[in-house]
């Protein structure tokens, strides 16, 4: 990582926290009735919502617009429904993103009565305003990701995984106790969040423990070593302006 990196680390323990009975949110950024300025966003970066839905409940129909919304299961099944007509059922090694564009509503629901689903919701602010509603969702090979950052997102349609109307990229990895990799940033003036879902990653010389977030500035590429067995880490690779649109 460059010297003249600049990072912001987010420890799991400060988090804004919503408990709804059914629900359990945590907000890294403001979010409802969690309201930090000093933790809006990160660039492009929005919403960062790590969730927790009881056996049989979910969001109700509810609107969105001019955001992409990308949704990563962690645990269990949510079924999906939205006004394009779509429905499906999402779980851990998918991935599901909504441009709202113009407009979609939609419900998301634990389709197993006794059992959470978790996953996290995240919001992109797009590059283009008032594109058509798309949904889409995908499965992604979990093996593809052992010692390795496996691309689950991009800016390009033909590329690994599913794309977004932004200049973003999107890693997941699972590495074994002492794995090391690099990280290349995609595109220049970008900056990377990286979140950790399972153990304990070193990046650079920060230390960070489960569900820790820390955002990267002004580096070309960031090191990454595992220091637990089966360690899971995303990194999303984002714009740091906001668009101008």
Do not use: C
Not at 35 to 52: A, I, K, S
């Amino acid at each position: 990582m460059n010297t003249t990196a600049n990072i912001i680390l987010h420890k799991a323990n400060t988090r804004g926290y919503a408990n709804h009975g059914w629900l359990e949110s945590y907000h890294t950024f403001s979010f409802a009735g969690y309201q930090n300025p000093e933790r809006t966003h990160f660039g492009v970066l929005r919403v960062l919502n790590d969730d927790r839905v009881s056996g049989g409940m979910g969001f109700g129909t509810h609107p969105h617009d001019n955001m992409e919304i990308i949704s990563i299961p962690l645990e269990g099944d949510l079924q999906h429904q939205d006004s394009m007509g779509n429905t499906a059922v999402i779980r851990k090694g998918d991935i599901q993103i909504m441009s709202a564009g113009t407009g979609i509503s939609h419900s998301e629901y634990n389709k197993n009565k006794d059992e959470l689903a978790k996953f996290l919701q995240i919001w992109i602010f797009p590059n283009k305003r008032n594109v058509d509603p798309r949904y889409n969702q995908l499965t992604l090979n979990l093996e593809d990701r052992h010692n390795r950052l496996q691309q689950v997102l991009s800016p390009n349609a033909d590329d690994e995984g599913v794309w977004i109307h932004q200049d973003a990229w999107f890693h997941l990895g699972t590495f074994d106790q002492d794995f090391g990799t690099t990280y290349s940033l995609k595109k220049e003036g970008n900056g990377v969040y990286a979140f950790v879902l399972k153990g304990s990653f070193q990046i650079g010389e920060t230390t960070l423990d489960t569900r820790d977030g820390l955002g990267i500035t002004g580096a070309d590429s960031i090191s990454i070593k595992a220091l637990t067995e089966g360690a899971e880490i995303l990194l999303m690779e984002v714009p740091t302006q906001l668009p101008r649109i």
